[in-house]
């Protein structure tokens, strides 16, 4: 996990993990908020990454947090564990050796149904990670 106080810190931090994955071949699984769609897209383009070329093959899936966290309006960590398990599995299946998975968690700081579970949540989503040798941020 990484915690940052500005977006171009963020991107700073996180657009050399997010290249190096793409220049090793590997599979890239990102959930943002949906108010920064175009910008993470845009950002990822300037740093020389074919988005549409790299979605059209399946290198590169984004979502918002509407289509992750917070499908039907709420968090539930079930749900979203069986998300992340389908993501891990799904790039080996596909041929990726790894999926860098960049997940951003800002939704967690607001007033939304379910959030209450997000503790519970992380504490369950260390037991899954170390069955897989993906990378998470």
């Not at 999926?99 to 209450?116: H, I, K, S």
Request: charged content about 35%; proline content about 3%; some cysteine.
């Amino acid at each position: 996990c990484a915690f940052f106080h500005r977006k171009e810190e963020e991107y700073r931090v996180l657009l050399p993990f997010i290249k190096d994955g793409f220049e090793q071949g590997e599979r890239a699984f990102h959930i943002i908020d949906s108010r920064n769609f175009p910008e993470h897209l845009r950002r990822l383009q300037e740093v020389g990454i074919d988005v549409a070329q790299a979605e059209g093959k399946g290198q590169l899936e984004v979502r918002r947090w509407e289509d992750a966290y917070l499908r039907e309006g709420h968090f539930d960590q079930n749900r979203m564990l069986v998300l992340i398990e389908e993501v891990l599995t799904g790039g080996k299946a596909r041929g990726f050796s790894l999926t860098r998975l960049v997940a951003n968690m800002e939704w967690a700081l607001e007033d939304r149904p379910g959030v209450n579970d997000i503790v519970e949540y992380e504490t369950r989503l260390n037991y899954v990670l170390p069955r897989y040798d993906d990378a998470v941020c």
